[in-house]
């Protein structure tokens, strides 16, 4: 898959996300990737830095253009952390852990993003507006409720899945409750 490619796909899915779930600017999305599923290996089995050099440059650029902030999964090595600029992390005020994440210890494309953010921080966790997985990372762990899935034509990024889910705001109320 061409570097294009990926910048066109993550751009599109970007927009999606922003457009569905109505996410104001200072919204957050965040990506959970597997450069091994991409690559066309099995999860956690084949990590492709270069590759996550890309995917992280690539959501980056669509977030910003947007008025967004981009979050990024770490693997189970870390506990599932987000990688995101100190700006976003405190303004959330969420949880700041120590860890520097490695292609093989956090995954390829958190690593990438720790380099390419002007204030790297790392969070315990976040609920963010939306969510980006690309090759089944479970990242939905890391949405606001209520999360509600979203599809779009181009559904894989190499070899791995693509999706996608948006927060909307809990109905409550009951039978007598009127929604907007």
């Known amino acids: 898959m061409l570097q294009n490619d990926i910048f066109t796909i993550i751009g599109k899915a970007v927009d999606a996300l922003q457009q569905a779930g ?6 957050m999305i965040v990506l959970g990737c597997s ?4 690559a066309g290996a ?15 440059s690539a959501m980056l650029e669509a977030c910003r253009k947007r008025g967004l902030y981009a979050a990024f999964q770490c693997c189970e090595h870390l506990n599932r952390a987000i990688v995101m600029e100190q700006e976003a992390l405190d303004a959330r005020r969420l949880t700041q852990v ?7 210890a956090g995954g390829s494309v958190p690593a990438a993003a720790w380099k390419l ?26 949405i606001r409720p209520v999360a509600v899935p979203l ?11 693509l999706v996608m ?3 909307r705001l809990p109905f409550i109320g009951g039978s007598r409750a009127v929604y907007e």
């Open 165 to 167: 889910a948006y927060s």
């Open 98 to 104: 120590k860890a520097v994440p490695q292609p093989k």
């Open 117 to 142: 953010l002007s204030r790297p921080a790392l969070a315990v966790n976040v609920q963010a507006d939306a969510a980006i997985d690309i090759g089944d990372t479970l990242v939905g762990m890391h």
């Open 22 to 27: 109505e996410i104001a600017p200072g919204g």
């Open 42 to 56: 099995r999860i956690g089995k084949g990590s492709v830095p270069e590759l996550g050099q890309i995917i992280a």
């Open 35 to 38: 450069t091994s599923e991409v």
């Open 151 to 161: 599809r779009m034509e181009e559904n894989r990024i190499g070899h791995a899945n």
